[in-house]
Nanobody
Framework: QVQLVESGGGLVQAGGSLRLSCAAS????????MGWFRQASGKEREFVAT????????KYADSVKGRFTISRDNAKNTVYLQMNSLKPEDAAVYSC?????????????????WGQGTQVTVSS
């Protein structure tokens, strides 16, 4: 069982930056690939980024490539999402998720555990 708690969301102007954190409970954090997903109001949840257990494999959605960076610190049981050059269309509830798999996946249906999410609002 893994419990995930996101933080770091808030209101930012377009072009600004935010850093999201997702803290995991338990001693098996390094056994999970971790992903970030987002759901904008009135839209379906979509993939943002994912990182393998060791951090050696990373995947991004095309919409965030070059602007967002996912990373993890297994010693701190935490995964991060650095978001730069934010756009109004990035506004959403961002959730982290854990997947007990070696190669990280983009399909949200494969993830086993989810956090409650943190709101990101981007003003134009």
């Amino acid at each position: 069982q893994v419990q995930l708690v996101e933080s770091g969301g808030g209101l930012v102007q377009a072009g600004g930056s935010l850093r999201l954190s997702c803290a995991a409970s338990g001693r098996t954090f390094s056994s999970y690939a971790m992903g970030w997903f987002r759901q904008a109001s009135g839209k379906e949840r979509e993939f943002v980024a994912t990182i393998s257990r060791s951090g050696s494999i990373i995947k991004y959605a095309d919409s965030v490539k070059g602007r967002f960076t996912i990373s993890r610190d297994n010693a701190k049981n935490t995964v991060y999402l650095q978001m730069n050059s934010l756009k109004p269309e990035d506004a959403a509830v961002y959730s982290c998720a854990a997947d007990q798999i070696t190669i990280p996946r983009v399909d949200q249906g494969e993830y086993d555990y989810w956090g409650q999410g943190t709101q990101v609002t981007v003003s134009s």
